[in-house]
């Protein structure tokens, strides 16, 4: 069963940096295609990026600029990389797993805030 685990957020002033990292166990993250999420408070989950097995991304249109997914397969890792911080970027960031349109497991998430 694919278990996945968060980490790295945290509180950050508005224009700072954060990395998240997302450790998967219980299978090989290499079949996979691994994602972040994000929910605001009163919002729905959103799709901030991903990365295929191959290393082909994929981001948000308004976040592209900004935010960079990567992967290392031999540290069963997937980190995203969060650049010039705003308060709207305050949520709650998830990592996902899945192999076309099924999810095999999400992390329990790590909150991120940005204070202006």
């Known amino acids: 069963q694919v278990q996945l685990v968060e980490s790295g957020g945290g509180l950050v002033q508005y224009g700072g940096s954060l990395r998240l990292s997302c450790v998967l166990s219980?299978?090989?993250?290499?079949?996979?295609?691994m994602g972040w999420y994000r929910q605001a408070p009163g919002k729905q989950r959103e799709l901030v990026a991903t990365?295929?097995?191959?290393?082909?991304?994929n981001y948000a249109e308004s976040l592209k600029e900004r935010f960079t997914i990567s992967r290392d397969n031999a540290k069963d890792t997937v980190w995203l990389q969060m650049n010039n911080l705003k308060p709207e970027d305050t949520a709650v960031y998830y990592c996902n797993a899945a192999i076309a349109t099924k999810t095999y497991g999400w992390g329990q998430g790590t909150q991120v805030t940005v204070s202006s």
């Open positions: 219980g299978s090989i993250i290499g079949i996979y295609t």
């Open positions: 990365i295929t097995s191959g290393g082909s991304t």
